[in-house]
Structures are given as structure tokens and as C-alpha cells.
């Protein structure tokens, strides 16, 4: 009886064929997974941050009369660390935190008061210049003030006259935020902007790799 099989070449032709493939559709897959977790990191965020701010104007009254410091100290860590632990850490589940970090973190390079949750994310007080607070949601957080806009950080506000945490950015046009949010300047707040419009999903335009 004959016994049939595959030949060297034949073999080493289909490996090959499989690598080429692979090597076309591995990226993709790969930029899909990174959108996925960043989407579901930030929306974590933002809705954790909203809920503790909901939670702590039960005892803290409504955060339009909460204190945001001054513009002469808005940059100082000390400052940001009190303003954290009166309204917002005991509304932060604590099986969440994995640390804290105070001092030169800001994505600007200043002071800033930072707590690391244990899935790699981290929520940054970044300043408290009076009348709100600017926040960065860390989707990874790096060290110090690593880390690229509208990819591994998101910027958002606390301003007193609004009633919800805002981007600065709600009145902007798509055209605006897809141009706006590569750059550094803006700290990805058009970056959270668009996610948000997309229904918490990275859209198939987004302007940066992930």
C-alpha cells in the first residue's frame, strides 16, 4: 500500500502563505484590542469619577460651591491632595486604588496629585485654578509625565456652572476635534470628546494609532 504525504517544500510553502497573512492581519488585530481597552478604560474613568462627584455632593453640597483653590496655587500638589481627600477619596471604591502619587506628575510637567487604580489607569488632579478643576483620566499610566494625549491620557473639566464633568469641547464640530485632538496642547480633551460622541468606542477615524 502507497502511503501519501505532504512534501518538504509543500509544507514549508504553506507556512509561509500562513506567516505572510499573519503578518498582514496581526496589526490589525492588535490596534483593535488597544482601542477596545482604552475605550473601556476611559469610559471606567469617566464614570467613576462622575458617580464619586454624585456621591460626595450628598454630604459636600452641590460642587458649584466646593472649593477649587486659586489661580496663584493652583499647581501645588499639597493643595490638590486636600482638595482629594475632602471630595473625592471616600467616594473612589478603595478595593479600586492601588496608590497615590503627589508632586512633579502632571502632563505639563507642574505638580499634580495622581491615584493609580490597580488596572493600570489613574485618575490626575492636574490643576485648581478657582472656578474648576482640570482632570486627566490616565488609560496608562507611565510615570510621571509620560505618555501621549488621546492615547494613554484624556483630559477633562469640573467647571462650578456645569453640572456634569465637561471637555471643554461639546460645542466643537467633528472636522474641529479630529484636527484638535493630536495635538499636545489640548491634553486629549478632543480626544475624549470624540470617544464620547462615538458612544465610548474609538471611531474608524480616529487621528491617532493605537
Not at 503627589?102 to 499634580?112: K, L, P
Not at 493600570?120 to 510621571?144: C, H, N, Q
Request: charged share 25%; proline share 3%.
Amino acid at each position: 500500500m502507497k502511503k501519501y504525504a505532504f512534501t518538504l517544500a509543500e509544507v514549508l510553502i504553506t507556512l509561509g502563505i500562513i506567516g505572510v497573512v499573519a503578518a498582514m492581519t496581526l496589526p490589525v488585530v492588535i490596534s483593535n484590542y488597544n482601542k477596545k481597552v482604552t475605550a473601556v478604560r476611559l469610559k471606567k474613568l469617566y464614570t467613576t469619577l462622575s458617580q464619586a462627584i454624585i456621591l460626595s455632593e450628598i454630604n459636600n453640597g452641590e460642587h458649584k460651591y466646593w472649593e477649587y483653590g486659586d489661580f496663584n496655587h493652583h499647581r501645588q500638589a499639597d493643595i490638590m491632595e486636600a482638595w482629594w481627600n475632602k471630595y473625592l477619596k471616600d467616594y473612589i471604591p478603595n478595593d479600586m486604588v492601588k496608590q497615590v502619587v503627589s508632586g512633579n506628575t502632571s502632563v505639563s510637567g507642574d505638580d499634580s496629585y495622581t491615584v493609580i487604580l490597580k488596572d493600570g489607569s489613574a485618575i490626575e488632579i492636574e490643576a485648581l485654578p478657582g472656578d474648576y478643576a482640570r482632570i486627566i483620566l490616565r488609560t496608562r499610566y507611565k510615570d510621571r509625565n509620560e505618555g501621549i494625549a488621546g492615547k494613554d491620557y484624556f483630559g477633562v473639566f469640573l467647571f462650578r456652572t456645569n453640572t456634569k464633568l465637561s471637555t471643554y469641547h461639546e460645542n466643537r464640530s467633528m472636522e474641529y476635534l479630529l484636527e484638535a485632538c493630536p495635538k499636545k496642547y489640548y491634553q486629549g480633551q478632543p480626544c475624549t470628546e470624540l470617544i464620547l460622541r462615538n458612544g465610548w468606542e474609538i471611531p474608524d477615524n480616529y487621528p491617532i494609532k493605537l
